[in-house]
């Protein structure tokens, strides 16, 4: 069976360092409980906040921490409000001063660690453990790296019996030591089980002072046979040649220094400004609160002062009207109930009224042109009588002569 060694482990002193730097003789067990203490802490408190790697130095009465995260700004909060509040949570525990601070991974794709976290977020998730398998690998080898292996072990996709399943891209190679390889192991916590993700990125070689002096030095030329050149006059050349070399290899060296002293020195800066840019911007925020309180008290002072000497006037005006109103409103229910009353007072006589006529005056529409009809009958019977004599006596005479 081969025996499998942590690649961390393995490369100690080598091409990785240590993440406790510290030496105890008696209280080695105190201290190391203290630094894992410190770790829980800080893990619970940033659970979610893409934490890599936890750095622990001691001093005399002081304890350095280091904190290397994927996201600073939500660590460090606004003005360092959630970086304080640590530390008093660290000084607590470990009971001595603590220095807390907070560094950027730049490249979090390239983080293994953080790969693996990702990946046990998705499968607690339910995403399908290929995919988020896949996505990582593919991400990592975008970001530069020159190889990476992924694990899966357990109960994949519901299955009844655990299995393991792997997927690689590039080269991985375990057995170089000076090989950068980092090295992350995270459990994923789902219904059906445990599953743990193993991850290796390997980010190229890591490559010695020496050999890179041995590198970059250019090859002694041998002397042409002769050119007629001494012996000393060789030995000469190849000593100026050498310290030429030298020369170049530490400047290069030095400016490799420089530049990397810089860039932390950068990262450095822009925390420093962040929290600068956060702490103007809460100033500004309190200064306009405090203006808008201040408008609010002078509108409210204003509106209060006004309200007192209106009101007198106010109510003068009130006994006015009122006293205006009160003779037309009677006046008005004067002439409202008038009309009704006579209303009510026709409505009741009209009926009877109305009655009474009807029935009488039929018979007397009847009898008067009986009255008015009597003499002009009895004349016109008179006249007639009066002519039908005289109209028989003219037939009578007419008839005899005949």
């Known amino acids: 069976m081969g025996q499998k060694v942590h690649p961390v482990g393995f490369r100690l002193g080598v091409s990785k360092d240590w993440q406790a730097k510290w030496y105890a003789d008696r209280n080695y067990t105190e201290l190391l409980q203290e630094d894992l203490k410190i770790r829980a802490a800080i893990a619970s408190k940033y659970a979610a906040d893409d934490i890599s790697r936890v750095d622990i130095e001691r001093a005399a009465n002081q304890v350095t921490v280091t904190v290397f995260t994927a996201r600073p700004g939500i660590v460090i909060g606004r003005g360092g409000q959630r970086v304080d509040e640590m530390r008093l949570i660290l000084e607590q525990v470990a009971g001595k001063r603590v220095r807390l601070n907070i560094m950027e991974v730049a490249r979090p794709e390239q983080d293994a660690y953080l790969v693996a976290r990702s ?38 996709t519901g299955s009844e019996y655990s299995r393991k399943e792997t997927l690689y891209q ?22 059906l089980g445990c599953t743990g993700i193993k991850v290796w990125i390997y980010k190229g070689d890591i490559i010695s002072e020496a050999e890179k002096r041995h590198v970059e030095a250019p090859p002694v030329v041998s002397p042409v046979e002769g050119e007629g050149l001494g012996e000393e006059v060789k030995v000469e050349e190849e000593v100026k040649v050498g310290e030429e070399v030298k020369i170049e290899v530490e400047a290069r060296v030095e400016d490799e220094a420089k530049i990397e002293e810089e860039v932390k020195v950068g990262e450095e800066v822009k925390i420093e400004v962040e929290a600068r840019v956060e702490d103007e911007a809460k100033i500004e925020e309190e200064v306009k609160v405090e203006e808008e309180v201040k408008i609010e008290e002078e509108v409210k002072v204003g509106e209060e002062a006004k309200p007192k000497e209106k009101p007198k006037v106010k109510e003068k005006a009130e006994v006015k009207a009122k006293a205006k109103e009160q003779p037309k409103a009677k006046e008005k229910a004067e002439v409202k109930e008038k009309p009704k009353a006579k209303e009510k007072a026709k409505a009741k006589e009209r009926p009877k009224v109305k009655e009474k006529p009807k029935a009488e005056e039929k018979p007397k529409a009847e009898e008067k042109p009986k009255v008015r009809e009597q003499p002009e009958a009895k004349e016109k019977a008179k006249a007639k009588a009066k002519e039908k004599p005289k109209a028989e006596e003219k037939a009578g005479v007419e008839t005899p002569e005949d």
């Open 119 to 156: 990946i046990a977020q998705q499968i607690q998730r339910r995403i399908s453990h290929r995919r988020a398998m896949k996505q990582a690998i593919s991400r990592a080898m975008d970001s530069g790296a020159q190889g990476i292996k992924v694990r899966c072990s357990g109960r994949l």
């Open 170 to 191: 590039g080269r991985v190679p375990l057995h170089t030591l000076r090989a950068d390889i980092d090295y992350a192991q995270v459990v994923a916590h789902t219904t």
